[in-house]
């Protein structure tokens, strides 16, 4: 690998890193998950994410998602779904009583029981949350506009695509195990029920600003 490709590679790499560091709908959903008492089932939240993720970034490796982007008619769909999406979760996550928050565990031992109809619903929860966001497609897009050329070969950019979705897994599953030490997880709990007023609130807003927004463009 000569020496631009491991520019391109080091500098897709860190932007892309440091997009993930900051908190978006994504993040809330693996923090409301790892909450539940059950970090096993919680990697499913993660792994929807990242096949999510996944999808856009071969959509834009092989060239659809520039065709995407400029189809108005899809991208509003999307926006008009995910914004939905995103006010339906707000929606559960505030009404949800202070007694609902009774039965999170605090033991870890006890929160490690598998599920698989569980974990099937956090990963459908997880790649929702991911494919119906169109920043998402627009992030690598734009990312990869930028920084690959047609120059480069196809397996660099499987490489870095591989890559890019091996990250977004695995720094969800380190908050998900994060939350799953004891001492974290007990002051985390402790404070579940005002986390998920929060979490609805920010997500809700996320949601009604996406619908303003397509609304606002509306002739």
Not at 87 to 95: G, N, P
Not at 127 to 147: D, E, M, R, W
Request: charged fraction near 10%; glycine fraction near 6%.
């Amino acid at each position: 690998m000569d020496i631009n490709l491991i520019s391109i590679f080091v500098s897709v790499a860190a932007a892309h890193f440091l997009a993930l560091l900051s908190p978006g709908p994504d993040f809330v959903l693996v923090v409301k998950s790892a909450l539940k008492g059950n970090q096993k089932n919680a990697i499913g939240v993660a792994l929807g994410i990242a096949t999510a993720n996944a999808v856009y970034i071969t959509l834009c490796l092989i060239g659809v998602g520039a065709i995407l982007s400029t189809s108005i008619g899809l991208m509003v769909t999307l926006k008009v779904i995910g914004g939905l999406f995103l006010m339906y979760i707000a929606y559960h996550a505030l009404k949800a009583p202070k007694n609902a928050y009774a039965n999170f565990s605090t033991n870890t031992k006890a929160s490690t029981e598998f599920s698989l109809s569980c974990f099937c619903k956090e990963f459908v929860t997880g790649f929702l949350s991911g494919i119906l966001n169109p920043k998402n497609l627009l992030f690598y897009l734009s990312l990869f506009t930028v920084a690959l050329t047609p120059e480069v070969s196809i397996s660099f950019k499987v490489l870095l695509g591989v890559w890019m979705t091996l990250v977004v897994f695995f720094w969800d599953v380190a908050i998900i195990y994060m939350l799953s030490k004891t001492t974290i997880r007990q002051k985390f709990i402790r404070a579940a029920f005002y986390i998920d007023k929060v979490t609805g609130v920010v997500l809700g807003a996320i949601g009604f600003n996406i619908l303003k927004s397509v609304w606002s463009k509306q002739p």
